[in-house]
């Protein structure tokens, strides 16, 4: 009886990096299509660029974690 192989940490974080990047594209996107249409809601507009951002932290941390630390 074979248990489930179970992922790597370094593996989950690489999978959870590519979401992460699918998303914060995914909301350029939408903040470039919102610009675009000229009456955006800035309100919205500036909720999204704020999420951006946490997706930006997010995904340096996360490949921070995946780069080993290179003593010069």
């Known amino acids: 009886m074979n ?3 179970e ?3 370094e593996d989950v974080l690489r999978i ?3 979401v992460l990047r699918r998303e914060h594209r995914d909301l350029d996107d939408a903040i ?3 610009q675009a249409k000229g009456t955006s ?3 919205t507009l500036q909720r999204l660029k704020k999420k951006k ?3 930006k ?9 995946l780069t080993p630390d290179i003593i010069a």
């Open 3 to 5: 248990a489930p192989m």
């Open 7 to 9: 992922m790597e940490h």
């Open 16 to 18: 959870k990096l590519e």
């Open 32 to 34: 470039a299509a919102l």
């Open 41 to 43: 809601d800035q309100l």
């Open 53 to 55: 951002l946490r997706l």
């Open 57 to 65: 932290d997010e995904i340096s941390r996360i490949e921070d974690e």
